[in-house]
């Protein structure tokens, strides 16, 4: 069983940028890909980005393609998302997740946190 936690969501004005990290206990992240999935409000919860159990591979949502990355330290468990340039229409409840594999679909993912809230004002 994997617990995950997010943290670093907040208020930011567009343009502005924030780091969202993901701290797992229960089990080591490192046989796991990773994803940051979001929801905003009145929608379904979407795909963002991924990252390989090893760090080598990474796919992101062509939305967020070349504002987003995402990293991953195995040593410490953790993920991160660091968003730049920001955009109202990235307001949304961030979810990381847990993967056997690399993908994009959510039904793949077999552990999820509870989420960060992103608001981001124009």
């Known amino acids: 069983q994997v617990q995950l936690v997010e943290s670093g969501g907040g208020l930011v004005q567009a343009g502005g940028s924030l780091r969202l990290s993901c701290a797992a206990s229960?089990?080591?992240?490192?046989?796991?890909?990773m994803g940051w999935f979001r929801q905003a409000p009145g929608k379904e919860r979407e795909f963002v980005a991924a990252?390989?159990?090893?760090?080598?591979?990474?796919v992101y949502a062509d939305s967020v393609k070349g504002r987003f990355t995402i990293s991953r330290d195995n040593a410490k468990n953790t993920v991160s998302l660091q968003t730049n340039s920001l955009k109202p229409e990235d307001t949304a409840v961030y979810y990381c997740a847990a993967a056997r594999g690399l993908g994009v679909r959510q039904k793949n993912y077999d552990y999820w946190g509870q989420g960060t809230q992103v608001t981001v004002s124009s």
């Open positions: 990252i390989a159990w090893s760090g080598s591979g990474t």
């Open positions: 229960g089990r080591t992240l490192s046989s796991y890909a």
